[in-house]
């Protein structure tokens, strides 16, 4: 069955980093294109970034443009997100999501916790 485990959340001071990981599988990952999304406490469901099932192009949300990076390691079954120059705003929990053919989310992870604070 199609899984995707997040790692590589915690606790980050403002101005710091974390790189997040998702792991895929059950599914031929290298087909398929992949997003990060993330809810703040109190808040809705945020997209923050997209790569194409072959990495050749990769999406941001303003918020996070120029201090995310998205990647992917087809031999992995893995996704990442680079999240450099982080912010209290950037609080959330982070979820990755199997994009489907249609472009609809149809298989997210658990999510993994970041917290921004000093």
């Known amino acids: 069955q199609v899984q995707l485990v997040e790692s590589g959340g915690g606790l980050a001071q403002p101005g710091g980093s974390l790189r997040l990981s998702c792991a895929a599988s059950g599914f031929t990952f290298s087909s398929y294109a992949m997003s990060w999304a993330r809810q703040a406490p109190g808040k809705g469901l ?16 303003d918020s996070v443009k120029g201090r995310f990076t998205i990647s992917r390691d087809n031999a992995k079954n893995t ?39 000093s």
């Open 79 to 117: 996704v990442y997100l680079q999240m450099n120059s982080l912010k209290p705003e950037d609080t959330a929990l982070y979820y990755c999501a199997r994009v489907a053919e249609a472009g609809e989310y149809d298989y997210w992870g658990q999510g993994t916790q970041v917290t921004v604070s």
């Open 46 to 61: 945020e997209w923050v970034s997209g790569i194409y099932s072959d990495g050749s192009d990769t999406y941001y949300a």
